[in-house]
C-alpha cells in the first residue's frame, strides 16, 4: 500500500508540473502576445511620412482614403504611374473621380487618368501582391510608394517584398475611420484581426490557406 500510495503520489506531482508548465507556457504566450498588439496599435496610428519620388505608386482597395491619397501623391508628383489594385470589376476613371473631393478631381486632368491603372483581379492581400509584380516587371519600376490602412501596411509591404525583393519599397500608410477611435470595441477587434493576420503572414501560412475577400 505504501509502494502504491508513493507511485499516486509522484503520478500526481508529474501532472501538476505539466499542468502548471502548460499555463505558464500559455500565459507567457498571451502576455507576448498583448505586447506585440500594443505595438501593432501604436505602428498602425502613427501618420504618413511625405514618401521620395518613386517610379510608381500602388493603392490596394478595401477601405476608405486609399484611392485618394493614391491620386494625391500622384497628383503631386511623387511618380509617374498608379496602380490601383483589387478595383469592383465595373469601376471606371470617370466612377471614381465622382468619389473624390471636388479639389482634388479638379487637379487630375486626362493626361493624369492615363497613368492610372486599374487592377481588377485582386481579392486579397496575396492577390494585391501579385498583381503589384506582375505591372510593376512590366513597366520596369524599381521603387514604389504602397498605400494602405494603417493597420494593413505592414502585411502589405510584406507580402508585396515577397514577389518584388528587387524594388524599394516605400509606405504611405492611410488612417481609415475605424482608426479614428481605436479604443472602440469593434476597432479592437478588427486591430486584433489585422494583427493576426500579420502574425500568419510573418510564418507565410497565408499562402497555405484558401484565401478569402479582403484578406
Known sequence: MAAHAALMARHGGAARRFLLGTLAGLLGCMVLWGAGFAWFVHDALKPPVPPPVTDGIVALTGGQGRVEASLRLLADGRARQLLISGVAPRATPASLAAALPPDLAASLTAGAWRQVTLGRRATSTIGNADETAQWARANRLRSLIVVTAGY????????????????????????????????????LRLLATEYDKWLMAGLDLARTMPARAGD
Do not use: G, K, Q, W
Open 152 to 187: 494593413h501596411i505592414r502585411r502589405a509591404m510584406m507580402e508585396i517584398h515577397r514577389t518584388l525583393p528587387d524594388v524599394a519599397l516605400h509606405p504611405y500608410p492611410v488612417r481609415p475611420p475605424a482608426l479614428r477611435s481605436p479604443l472602440r470595441a469593434s476597432s
